[in-house]
Every structure is written in C-alpha cells, then in structure tokens.
C-alpha cells in the first residue's frame, strides 16, 4: 500500500497570502488528522475529519480551515498567512471506524512565511 | 481536557546504558497511549502502543493509570535509537494529542 502522500512538499509564501496544503491518506484509511509541528513546540493539534466531516478540532484561529472529499483525500487552508505560522504540517490518516488509534504520517509540508 | 507531557526536552546517554523517557498524561476517561518515533529525515511512525504490550526494539512501556504515566524503557540503548520521540493519547474518538517530544541522543 502507499502510505500517506502530501503536497506540496516545501512552499515559501509572504505575509497576507493564503496557502492549499494537500493529503491523500493511504487507501481505505477514512481519518485524517492535521498537525503543525515547529521546534519549540511540538506537534500541534489542528483538526480530524471522517467521512467528509470535522469530528475534533484544536485550538487555531480560524485562519486554518480543512475539509475532506468523498475520496478521504484532504485539504487544509490558512489564510492570511503570519509569520508565525512558518512550520511543517504533517497529515496522518488512521483506520476510524476499527479505531484502533494509531496514525500513519506523511512526510510534510514545509511553509515559510517570508 | 487531555494532556500529555514529557518532562525531558532532551536526553543523552551512552551507548549501552539505560535509557528512560517520561510521559505523563491527564485524561478523565480510558486512554490508548502511543509512543511515536521520528529518525533523522524519516516521518514520524509508531513505535509501540500499551495495548499491544509487546517489546519493539528493546523498548517498552508500562500504563500506570495511579501514575497517570506511560514511560519508555530500554535497558542498554544503541547509537541508532538516536531520535526524536512522542508520547501520544488517543481518545478513541479520532483525536490525539501529542507531548513536546523528547530528543535522544545515544553517545558511542
């Protein structure tokens, strides 16, 4: 199986714009989970959706939005980009459903925000 | 609210000494607690989880619902486990939450 593919890979922005960041989870995997891991602060808690829905979201502003197609695949959107929110965001999709809770990452994508 | 938290940012023994990374963790229902592993320029994968209770690597880890903890262990560390590492908790309704992370070095 192929594991979890993201795209793009590595982008540079400046402020004010707006970024798509993509995932495709691997086949059959109906969770996908979003995360923003930086140096200092580990790995941060953006959303989880199933079924093309949000079930869990973490504390961002609501400049990061996400959503989820009829595929699993998923998209994640910050708009407004700030300085700050330079990092690499990792996707990880799991088996919902025979929940056993073990996610399967991606390799990132890296966004700095010059 | 869950939380976990790992004390120890950084962690550096060597070669064939003992090796102990702590997590401690708040949740008021019954966790599934993880431990992540990140090698230099690989992506983040499972190590073990405590419901499995098995031994990868010469690793293991211990739930102590008293403790609220779930530290790993290995008792003579290699130069490879050198490496980024995460506990996490999975609240079985499709989040998990992850600690800081504590980085290993493993010294010849």
């Known amino acids: 199986k192929a594991g979890v593919t993201q795209t793009p890979r590595y982008l540079i922005k400046t402020r004010g714009q707006q970024v798509t960041l993509s995932c495709s989870p691997i086949?059959?995997?109906?969770?996908v989970s979003w995360y923003q891991q930086t140096p200092g602060q580990g790995l941060q808690f953006l959303f989880e959706y199933f079924s093309e829905t949000q079930r869990n979201k973490g504390n961002f502003p609501g400049r990061f939005s996400g959503r989820q197609f009829s595929n699993s695949r998923s998209e994640m959107n910050v708009s407004t980009l700030e300085l700050g929110d330079s990092a690499l965001y990792l996707c990880?999709?799991?088996?919902?459903?025979?929940?056993?809770?073990?996610?399967?990452f991606g390799e990132g994508s890296r966004l700095t925000v010059l | 609210a869950q939380r976990v938290t790992q004390p120890e940012k950084l962690l550096s023994v060597f070669k064939g000494a003992p090796v102990e990374l702590k997590c401690n963790y708040s949740?008021?229902?019954?966790?599934?607690l993880f431990w992540y592993v990140q090698y230099s320029r690989q992506r983040l994968q499972l190590l073990l989880r405590h419901i499995s209770r098995e031994s990868i690597k010469g690793f293991t880890a211990d739930l102590n619902k008293g403790e609220t903890s779930f530290h790993l262990k290995k008792p003579f560390a290699q130069e490879e486990d050198s490496a980024m590492y995460y506990c996490a908790l999975n609240d079985g309704a499709g989040k998990s939450t992850f600690g800081d992370g504590t980085t290993l070095t493993v010294k010849p």
């Open positions: 949740y008021s229902g019954s966790p599934e």
């Open positions: 990880a999709s799991s088996l919902a459903g025979q929940d056993t809770g073990e996610l399967f």
């Open positions: 086949s059959g995997h109906r969770s």
